[in-house]
């Protein structure tokens, strides 16, 4: 599984980006997709993940601000973060697994976010 994220930028406080991951195949034979980032100085963090039945999980942080959503069709998974705060800066990444490997996560390259106050 190949995975791009593409979107990060720099946005004021308060401001909304949108950061989408393409899949090298269809989002809904994947286990689940998910976001992580890490800060500078932290480790990587869950943000966000969707399953292949459609749940979805957010970590407590970005509950009411993020969500994560797919495009089975275009094999997209899109992560809408409205509400931005400096503590949101991190390199966000985009993750998968397979349900017939569920145990090995992929990785695509990260794209930064920053979010200047």
């Known amino acids: 599984v190949q995975l791009q994220a593409s979107g990060g930028g720099l946005v004021q406080a308060g401001g909304s980006l949108r950061l989408s991951c393409a899949a090298s195949?269809?989002?809904?034979?994947?286990?689940?997709v998910g976001w992580y980032r890490q800060a500078p100085g932290k480790q990587r963090e869950l943000v966000a993940s969707?399953?292949?039945?459609?749940?979805?999980v957010y970590a407590d942080s970005v509950k009411g601000r993020f969500t994560i959503s797919r495009d089975n069709a275009k094999k997209m998974v899109y992560l809408q973060m409205n509400s931005l705060n400096p503590e949101d800066t991190a390199v966000y990444y985009c993750?998968?697994?397979?349900?017939?490997?569920?145990?090995?996560?992929?990785w695509g390259r990260g794209t930064l976010v920053t979010v200047s106050s």
């Open positions: 993750n998968a697994f397979l349900a017939i490997r569920p145990t090995t996560p992929y």
């Open positions: 195949v269809r989002t809904d034979s994947l286990l689940s």
């Open positions: 969707i399953f292949s039945e459609g749940a979805t």
